[in-house]
């Protein structure tokens, strides 16, 4: 079946620090990936996405490239800041179109950046 | 922000009553998705809409029922609610065209609902 896997948290890193979030599939079809950011008290945004295979999607100085060869969508940021505390959701969908885009996603990473 | 609200925004009740939460959006989006969030499980489609009257089963169905009356609204309902459904409910938005600042095909949250059935 489709799941989503990515590492198990708490991620704690001191201000600055450089970050890498593991997320890896499995998806039958050609998926779109998408990594969500949802802060405490919120609902999820969309942080970033890519399409396609070695599509890179980048915002707000975060990164991640669609790695079909080793089906990965590692969630990367070369310093981070304690406002980039909060819980990060890897997802994928598959390309049906419209509603049949349901989301998958992993059970989440919780990001603690220390100052 | 996406035009998207979510009514009420907590909730606590008792087993065995019913309980209906609304999802409002202003963006004339098409398809509408009701998600619940519970530790070490992400998030779980439960039920999804492709238009007005037209819904579908998601992940994890049993115990909830939808109506779709309106482009703007998607309504979950707990016939019954039991201890098992107490969650933070998330209502998503897509559209297959991008239109503005939302990407095609991509889903847009709203704020949550946090359930408690006692």
């Known amino acids: 079946g489709n799941s989503v896997t990515q590492m198990e948290g708490p991620v704690t890193l001191s201000e600055e620090a450089f970050l890498t979030i593991n997320c890896t599939y499995t998806?039958?079809?050609?998926?779109?990936l998408f990594w969500y950011v949802q802060y405490p008290g919120e609902g999820l945004q969309l942080l970033l996405k890519a399409t396609k295979a070695d599509d890179k999607g980048s915002n707000k100085g975060f990164e991640a490239t669609y790695r079909k060869e080793t089906t990965s969508f590692h969630l990367e940021k070369g310093s981070v800041q304690v406002s980039d505390s909060a819980v990060y959701f890897c997802?994928?969908?598959?390309?049906?179109?419209?509603?049949?885009?349901?989301?998958?996603f992993g059970t989440g990473t919780l990001l603690a950046v220390q100052p | 922000d996406a035009g998207i609200t979510q009514s009420p925004r907590h909730k606590v009740t008792e087993t065995g009553t019913p309980v209906t939460l609304r999802c409002h959006q202003t963006?004339?989006?098409?398809?509408m998705y009701w998600y619940r969030q519970d530790p070490g499980h992400g998030l779980r489609l439960i039920h999804y809409s492709y238009g007005v009257k037209d819904t579908d089963k998601g992940e994890v169905s049993d115990g909830y029922s939808v109506s779709r009356s309106k482009t703007e609204d998607f309504l979950l309902t707990l016939e019954s609610a039991t201890s098992s459904q107490t969650s933070v409910y998330f209502c998503?938005?897509?559209?297959?065209?991008?239109?503005?600042?939302?990407?095609?095909?991509?889903?847009?949250f709203g704020p949550g609902t946090r359930l408690t059935v006692l």
């Open positions: 998503a938005i897509s559209e297959s065209k991008g239109q503005g600042a939302f990407s095609p095909d991509t889903q847009y």
């Open positions: 997802a994928l969908t598959l390309n049906y179109g419209g509603a049949t885009n349901k989301l998958i």
């Open positions: 963006e004339n989006h098409r398809y």
């Open positions: 998806a039958t079809g050609y998926p779109s």
